[in-house]
T-cell receptor, first 113, second 117 residues
Framework: AQSVTQPDIHITVSEGASLELRCNYS??????LFWYVQSPGQGLQLLLK??????LVQGIKGFEAEFKRSQSSFNLRKPSVHWSDAAEYFC???????????FGAGTRLAVHP | DTGVSQNPRHKITKRGQNVTFRCDPI?????LYWYRQTLGQGPEFLTY????????KSRLLSDRFSAERPKGSFSTLEIQRTEQGDSAMYLC???????????????FGSGTRLTVV
């Protein structure tokens, strides 16, 4: 069965510190992987996506993610966190670029000044 | 591009009442998806349409739920005989057809928050 696991429910970092959010997926075929961010009361905004090619993907707002097939992981990173990055982050997997998305439970990020 | 529009933004209803939500996708998008998101969880897939055809329904979509997309434009999601467990955020998303170089270009609306009292 297709599934996404985000092991960290809450993460707190200091502003300016580096960030890594973990994502592990289970998918029988080649996965299409996504990271979304959601601010309170808002919809989901795409940060980045991976379909094929270079396993290190750059996204918006200074985020990047690395696809590691051997570990079934797609972790999100940012070298220096800003207070405005506080939000909930969702990893998702799909069987294609036009198929339904399967989401993880999310990681809530808090940023201390 | 005006984005995906969902109405209403909030709906409070009494248990047992029927409710209907509307989603207006981006005009050139042919696929439309409905998701449900409860507090502290990620969105869960409910159903999706390609044009006016409903191609897949999740087992989460009980008989009390029905979705339509007449003429392949806007979509409605109706919940009959609402229960407290239906309280959630209902998200709509749309995506463009293949061949435009926009694979994975899902756009989400801001959602309709349903509270059943």
């Amino acid at each position: 069965a297709q599934s996404v696991t985000q092991p960290d429910i809450h993460i707190t970092v200091s502003e300016g510190a580096s960030l890594e959010l973990r994502c592990n997926y289970s998918y029988g075929a080649t996965p299409y992987l996504f990271w979304y961010v959601q601010s309170p009361g808002q919809g989901l905004q795409l940060l980045l996506k991976y379909f094929s090619g270079d396993t290190l993907v750059q996204g918006i707002k200074g985020f990047e993610a690395e696809f590691k097939r051997s570990q079934s992981s797609f972790n999100l990173r940012k070298p220096s966190v800003h207070w405005s990055d506080a939000a909930e982050y969702f990893c998702a997997v799909s069987g294609g670029g036009y198929n339904k998305l399967i989401f993880g439970a999310g990681t809530r990020l808090a940023v201390h000044p | 591009d005006t984005g995906v529009s969902q109405n209403p933004r909030h709906k409070i209803t009494k248990r047992g009442q029927n409710v209907t939500f509307r989603c207006d996708p981006i005009s050139e998008h042919n696929r439309l998806y409905w998701y449900r998101q409860t507090l502290g969880q990620g969105p869960e897939f409910l159903t999706y349409f390609q044009n006016e055809a409903q191609l897949e329904k999740s087992r989460l979509l009980s008989d009390r739920f029905s979705a339509e997309r007449p003429k392949g434009s806007f979509s409605t999601l109706e919940i009959q005989r609402t229960e407290q467990g239906d309280s959630a955020m209902y998200l709509c998303a749309s995506s463009p057809p293949p061949g435009l170089g926009k694979e994975g270009g899902y756009t989400f609306g801001s959602g309709t928050r349903l509270t059943v009292v």
